[in-house]
């Protein structure tokens, strides 16, 4: 698999030696959730993972070198069964995802580490995460923080529709893969299905609403895209993947600095 993690702060790199010497109450060790699941005739199964690599890469080269911070190698496989029945997709139950992270969560406080960040670029997995950031807190007494995607990085061009259901293989996703890895992207096989339409809104929405339906993939969209990729391009990509590292970055120094003031 493909790694954009600078060598000095990839934590498998390091030995038991190194790792006993590092301030285990200072250290913020980063775990990586993704997929392996498909997207779409145009984008690699392990698109998720690498997203997540690139993004979490890039974002740790911005960090000042003093800043003890280390990926850990990532949780390439979620719970992606919306993906179910596409070939390639290779999904955990929520039950085995969430005992993954309470295993490494576990071994991590034994080895008296006291921050852990749980980083997500899968939005299957999302509930999940929430879910174990405060379990892994309540158990192992954990500092944990949770971190989504791109950090809250706008996307200053992408148009209305997009940016609400944009879910998977669409514009974003193919612009980072045109920047980051471009040989995996197959440019002449474009699919375009979206899940809702912003100009025809319902009282039932997919996500983010009081009220919402669940749904699979397949009950959309037969290619497995829900956006439009059509609009990608290198130069956004390199550009939004710029952005995002910039916030990515600026929410793990905060982590990584993080005391809790408010104590009873």
């Known amino acids: 698999m493909k790694t954009w993690i600078p060598d000095p702060r990839n934590f498998a790199y390091l030995t038991w030696k190194q790792v006993e010497a590092l301030p285990k109450d200072r250290t913020l060790l980063i775990l990586p959730t993704a997929a392996i699941e498909q997207h779409g005739h145009h984008l690699p199964l392990a698109t998720d993972t690498l997203i997540n690599n690139a993004l979490l890469g890039k974002a740790l080269s911005l960090l000042p070198a003093e800043l003890p911070v280390y990926a850990l190698p990532p949780v390439c496989y979620g719970k992606s069964n919306e993906h179910i029945g596409f070939p390639g997709t290779l999904s955990v139950s929520a039950t085995t995802f969430m005992a993954v992270l309470h295993d490494l969560g576990a071994s991590i406080a034994a080895s008296g580490f006291k921050k852990l960040v749980?980083?997500?670029?899968?939005?299957?997995?999302?509930?999940?995460?929430?879910?174990?950031?405060?379990?892994?807190?309540?158990?192992?007494?954990?500092?944990?923080?949770?971190?989504?995607?791109?950090?809250?990085?706008?996307?200053?061009?992408?148009?209305?529709?997009?940016?609400?259901?944009?879910?998977?293989?669409?514009?974003?996703?193919?612009?980072?893969?045109?920047?980051?890895?471009?040989?995996?992207?197959?440019?002449?096989?474009?699919?375009?299905?979206?899940?809702?339409?912003?100009?025809?809104?319902?009282?039932?929405?997919?996500?983010?609403?009081?009220?919402?339906?669940?749904?699979?993939?397949?009950?959309?969209?037969?290619?497995?895209?829900?956006?439009?990729?059509?609009?990608?391009?290198?130069?956004?990509?390199?550009?939004?993947?710029?952005?995002?590292?910039?916030?990515?970055?600026?929410?793990?120094?905060?982590?990584?600095?993080?005391?809790?003031?408010?104590?009873?």
Request: charged share 20%; proline share 5%; net charge negative.
């Open 118 to 264: 749980l980083y997500n670029t899968h939005g299957g997995n999302a509930p999940l995460v929430d879910v174990m950031a405060r379990d892994l807190r309540a158990e192992f007494g954990l500092r944990t923080f949770a971190l989504s995607g791109s950090g809250g990085a706008k996307f200053e061009g992408l148009s209305k529709q997009e940016r609400a259901y944009g879910f998977h293989a669409g514009e974003v996703e193919t612009a980072f893969l045109l920047s980051a890895a471009p040989e995996l992207v197959h440019t002449g096989a474009y699919t375009v299905n979206y899940i809702a339409d912003i100009e025809n809104p319902e009282l039932l929405l997919p996500e983010n609403a009081p009220a919402t339906f669940a749904w699979l993939t397949r009950d959309i969209a037969m290619s497995g895209v829900l956006g439009d990729p059509n609009p990608a391009t290198e130069t956004n990509g390199t550009r939004w993947l710029n952005e995002a590292a910039v916030q990515i970055a600026a929410a793990l120094s905060a982590m990584a600095q993080y005391e809790n003031q408010y104590r009873p």
